[in-house]
């Protein structure tokens, strides 16, 4: 049998679409490997939402040019492969192929015309394409990714998604209500609803309400998550959905980008800083315990001193429980890379800019961690945590959990005191629930 690897790169709709063209080309006759070293067929599954996402790849690529064996097929995929099309086959001669988001289903067509020493650009969207009939092939065993949506119709300014994805379309709720069942079969009781802009999930009969309902009542379904969704999609009917079905997790992953309306005008969010708030305001009231966290993007062109600042301000009247922040990177043909050059903020700037919200940002995290300490939280064991003998595990509101244990209890629900925090992550004792203990007498 041929094998394939596959190294993903990016967000984690690339890792479920991994899983997808791994499913795909086992179902082909392929085996997996899990090493690019003696594998018939290399794929490079990319990001392109950052310049250095690219870069990365790019450097990888020469390295493994080194480790293929002979007449390997070494193939780009993802949204670095849609972005540059043809152009990556011209700049890397070892790369045949070249394959986008909506194209996989041709993979072992152009594999198969690959080994024949062929090269081949696949780039087309398809409106229709979601894989239904490919089965996953999941490395994953404790969650499952689950995609339920593809592609955007936002357009923010600064954002590649849209082009190297494609217009945005949602799959059938009965679908996802079918794949769900099939992974609780696998012994699996989390799933994690992907999409773009997941809450703006329409199927033509169902919202994003339904759909979480549905999931979430599937019998076996412990924990439900989603990510990522846009503050503009939060109805009444999303956020209620969410307050009432048992098994969906309080935790909301709420991209803020900034906390200026003039700046968020320019990044064409579609809202302002008091629509932000407000909308943070909406889920809090209706989930008690919710946790929050978030995107932010520091140096987007003509940023001034008071627009930061009052990203900053917005920080620290949200109270986030984490986030994660970028400095802008300008891609090619998106609407940023258009306003006037004396627009660009200057390095220096950006990157002072950036420590002072990652230490506003941490401080706060510590602070809000600090006070969780001596509370008591179900959490589900993920893996066996980096550091010896202990295993990591997370809480429903998205906290990293250190508990000491064997790896037999992945995949296992514990109650856990929170006994220390090094201001991000905690560490936790595992605790007998009273209720738990035999009766006394
Ligand atoms: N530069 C920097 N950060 C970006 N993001 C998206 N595009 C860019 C860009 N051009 C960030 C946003 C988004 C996250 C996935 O990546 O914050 O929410
Ligand atoms: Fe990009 Fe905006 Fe779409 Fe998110 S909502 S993928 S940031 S265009």
Known sequence: ????????????????????????????????????????????NTCAIRENA?????????????????????????CMAQRLGPRLLETDTRVQLVVGPDAYRMLPALIDGARNGERFTATDFDLEEHYEDFTARRFEGVKAWIPVQRGCDYRCTYCIVPTTRGPERSRRLAEVVRETHEVVAQGITEVVLLGQTVNSYHDGRHDFADLLRAVGGVDGIRRVRYTSPHPNDFSDRVIAAMAETASVCEHVHLPMQSGSTSMLKRMLRRYTREEYLACVERLRAAIPGLGLTTDIIVGFPGETDEEFEDTLSLCREVRFDDAFTFKFSAREGTPA?????????????????????????????????????????EVLVEKEARKGELLQARSRDFKTVLVPGTPELIGSYLRVELTGTTGATFTGATVQERSALPMAG
Do not use: H
């Open 337 to 377: 890379t258009r306003m006037p050059p004396e627009w660009t903020v200057p390095d220096a700037t950006v990157d002072r800019r950036y420590d002072a919200l990652v230490a506003t940002v941490r401080g706060i995290a510590r602070e809000k961690n600090m006070a969780r300490l001596g509370a008591r939280v």
């Open 54 to 78: 690219e870069q990365r790849v790019i450097g990888r690529l020469g390295e493994l040019r080194r480790d293929l064996k002979p007449g390997a097929v070494l193939g780009v995929t993802g």
């Open 1 to 44: 049998m041929p094998s394939v690897y596959i190294e993903t790169y990016g967000c984690q709709m690339n890792v479920s679409d991994s899983e997808l063209m791994y499913g795909k080309l086992q179902a082909e006759g392929y085996e997996t490997s899990d090493s690019p070293v003696g594998a018939d067929v290399v794929l490079v």
